[in-house]
C-alpha cells in the first residue's frame, strides 16, 4: 500500500482534507468521501464553462460512455452543453476533461485511478474503465455541492480545484445489502440506491430476494412463487417483541419479473457494480412454502408471514425439492451473471426437521450425524450445482456448522468469529457483523429516533470497524474479500425509511471499505460530512440528520 504523502506547499498553503473551513482562500475545500489514498493539492483551480469539453483517447467505449455520464451529470447542473469526442493524440488541448489509459501507473489495479487537476485541464488515468468510473465520481466531489442538483443552478462558479490524486480500493468487496422482501421496494428506487452506492465507490449490490414474508424474483417455471408467495394479507404495526401483536389489515407484497431484474443488473453494470442474487435455503422460506406446500416438511397449506421473526417452516430433503430449488437457480444464473450466488442458509431451525419420521430417516440413509450435518448435506448439494455452472456459493455464517461446503464463501453476521474461522480454513469471507454493519439498528437515542430494531450503531461505530480482525495473521487475512453493509427492512416500509436508516451510515461504510487504514480519521471524517450532507441534500436523500459527535455509548 503507497505511504499516503500529505505535502504542505510553502508556508502560504495549506494542503486540506477534509477541513470545512478553508484559511486560505487559494484553496479550495477537498471534502472527497471515501477518502483517497493520496492528495497533493497545487494552487489554483479549473474551472468548468461551457467551453469545456470532455475527451477520451482512443475508441474506448466504455470509457467514452462514461465521459458521457460525466458531461450529461455537467450539464444538468450547470445548464452548460458539455461536447464529448475521442481524440487519437494523448492531449486534449486547453479547457479539457480527459480521459486516458496512457501513463496510467502499473500499482492502479483493476479499479484504481489517477486525477490530475490545473488550471487549463483536468487529466483521469486509469487502467481500466472501472478507475475512469471512480475518476468520474472524484470530479463530481471536487465540485459545489450544487453539482448534485437535479435542476440548473445559475450563478455558480463550478471549480475543481487544482490537485494530484492517487487513488484504488484497500477491498475489492465493498458491499451493500437491501433486504427487499420484509418490504418490496420500487424499481426506481433500487436504482437510487445503486447510484448511490456508485458515489461511494461500492461495488457489490447484495439483492435479498426471498423471505418469509415475501418472494420477489419471478420464476417462470414455478409461477406460484409470484402468484402467491410474493403477497401477505397484512403486515405488523410495531416491534415484533410487541404483545399482543397489531396488524394493519393491508395487503402487502410486489415483484420483480425478470426483465425488471435484468434492468438493475444492467443499470447496476454501467455503475460498476455487481449484483449479488440472494436465494434463501433452508430456512426462510415460508413464502416458498406457502406457494407450493410440497416443499416443505409438513405438507401442510401455510400462509405468507405476516410478521417479523425466524419462523419453523423449512425446506424438506426430496429429490423433487433440491430439482425445484436448481431449477430456481439456473433461471437466477440466467438473469443474473454475478460470479457468487448467495443461498442464504441462516436461521434455519431445525425443529420439523427433528420432529419428522421420513427426515430423520434420510439423515439415517444419508449417513448423517445430526440435522446440521444435514444442512451441511444440502449446502454441498447446492454447491456442487452452482459450481458446476461456473459460479461460486455464498452463504451466511450458519453454513460453517456441521462442516463448510468446500468452496464456499462466508458472509460473517453474528460477529466476525464465523470469518475468523472460516479465513483460518482457507474459505473467503467477507465481514457483515451485526454488531458494526446492521443498518437496522438504531443510530440516535431510541426515545426519538423512528422504530428500529433494536441495537444501537452510531455513524463512528461503523466508521471504526476493521474488516480484518486481529486474530489473523497476514496470509489469512488475504480471504477476507472485504465487507458489506446490511439493510433488512422489517421497519423500513418505505423507500425514505430506508433512506434515513442507511444515511449517513452508508459514508462509513464507505470509508471502511476504499481508504488505508492508516489514512482513516474519525474527525477528519467529520469534517468533510458537512459537505457530503449538502450533496445529500441536492440529490433529495431522507437522511437522519443526527449530530456527528453522538459518540458510539448508548445514550441514557
Ligand atoms: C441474518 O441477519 N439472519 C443474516
Not at 228 to 233: F, S, V, Y
Not at 349 to 372: P, V
Request: charged fraction near 25%.
Amino acid at each position: 500500500m503507497e505511504k499516503p504523502i500529505i505535502q504542505l506547499l510553502g508556508l502560504l498553503f495549506f494542503v486540506l482534507i477534509g477541513s470545512s473551513c478553508s484559511k486560505n482562500k487559494e484553496f479550495q475545500e477537498i471534502s472527497i468521501i471515501p477518502q483517497p489514498v493520496k492528495i497533493e493539492q497545487t494552487m489554483g483551480s479549473f474551472e468548468v464553462n461551457p467551453k469545456t469539453s470532455i475527451v477520451v483517447q482512443g475508441e474506448q467505449e466504455e470509457t467514452l460512455r462514461i465521459a458521457s455520464m460525466l458531461a450529461e451529470k455537467l450539464q444538468t447542473a450547470t445548464g452548460f452543453t458539455i461536447e464529448v469526442k475521442s481524440s487519437t493524440i494523448n492531449d486534449a488541448g486547453k479547457n479539457t476533461i480527459f480521459f486516458t489509459t496512457d501513463d496510467a501507473d502499473s500499482n492502479l489495479g483493476q479499479e484504481g485511478y489517477q486525477l490530475s487537476v490545473t488550471k487549463n485541464k483536468v487529466i483521469v488515468k486509469a487502467l481500466h474503465p472501472a478507475g475512469h468510473f471512480y475518476g468520474l465520481q472524484t470530479i463530481l466531489q471536487l465540485l459545489p455541492a450544487e453539482i448534485n442538483s437535479t435542476s440548473t443552478v445559475e450563478n455558480m462558479a463550478w471549480k475543481i480545484p487544482a490537485l494530484e490524486i492517487f487513488d484504488k480500493p484497500r477491498f475489492q468487496w465493498r458491499g451493500m445489502h437491501l433486504d427487499v422482501a420484509r418490504h418490496y421496494m420500487p424499481l426506481d428506487f433500487i436504482k437510487k440506491y445503486i447510484d448511490l452506492m456508485a458515489m461511494h465507490k461500492l461495488n457489490t449490490f447484495h439483492w435479498h430476494l426471498t423471505e418469509d414474508q415475501g418472494w420477489r424474483i419471478e420464476i417462470k417455471k414455478y409461477p406460484k412463487l409470484t402468484e402467491i408467495g410474493a403477497w401477505r394479507k397484512e403486515s405488523l404495526v410495531g416491534h415484533a417483541r410487541d404483545s399482543p401483536r397489531i396488524f394493519d389489515g393491508k395487503p402487502h407484497g410486489g415483484f420483480y419479473t425478470q426483465e425488471e431484474a435484468k434492468e438493475i443488473v444492467a443499470y447496476a453494470k454501467e455503475r460498476f457494480i455487481t449484483v449479488i442474487p440472494e436465494i434463501e435455503m433452508p430456512g426462510h422460506a415460508t413464502a416458498a412454502i406457502a406457494a407450493y406446500p410440497e416443499l416443505g416438511v409438513t405438507g401442510k397449506p401455510i400462509d405468507v408471514a405476516t410478521y417479523w421473526g425466524v419462523f419453523p417452516d423449512i425446506f424438506n430433503v426430496e429429490e423433487g425439492t433440491f430439482a425445484f430449488l436448481e431449477d430456481v437457480l439456473t433461471e437466477i444464473m440466467d438473469i443474473f451473471p454475478s460470479e457468487y450466488i448467495h443461498i442464504g442458509g441462516d436461521e434455519a431451525i431445525k425443529d420439523q426437521w427433528i420432529a419428522s419420521e421420513r427426515i430423520q430417516g434420510q439423515i439415517k440413509e444419508l449417513g448423517l450425524k445430526d440435522e446440521h450435518e444435514l444442512q451441511s448435506y444440502f449446502v454441498q448439494r447446492m454447491e456442487k450445482f452452482i459450481n458446476a455452472k461456473g459460479r461460486k456459493l455464498i452463504g451466511w455464517d450458519e453454513i460453517l456448522e456441521g462442516g463448510l461446503a468446500p468452496n464456499a464463501t462466508v458472509m460473517s453476521w453474528q460477529g466476525i468469529e464465523g470469518g475468523i474461522a472460516a479465513a483460518k480454513a482457507g474459505h473467503d469471507v467477507i465481514m457483515t457483523p451485526i454488531q458494526s454493519l446492521y443498518f437496522w439498528t438504531y443510530q440516535g437515542n431510541p426515545e426519538t429516533e423512528p422504530l428500529a430494531a433494536g441495537g444501537y450503531i452510531t455513524l463512528e461505530k461503523v466508521y471504526q470497524f476493521d474488516p480484518i480482525p486481529d486474530e489473523l495473521n497476514a496470509e489469512e487475512a488475504k480471504f477476507i474479500l472485504g465487507a458489506q453493509g446490511c439493510a433488512w427492512t422489517e421497519y423500513m416500509d418505505r423507500p425514505e425509511n430506508v433512506e434515513y436508516m442507511v444515511f449517513p451510515r452508508m459514508s462509513a461504510l464507505a470509508e471502511v471499505v476504499w481508504t488505508p487504514k492508516e489514512l482513516k480519521n474519525w474527525d477528519n471524517f467529520v469534517g468533510r460530512m458537512s459537505k457530503q450532507f449538502k450533496r445529500y441534500d441536492f440529490i433529495g436523500l431522507n437522511y437522519a440528520r443526527l449530530p456527528l459527535d453522538i459518540g458510539t455509548e448508548k445514550p441514557q
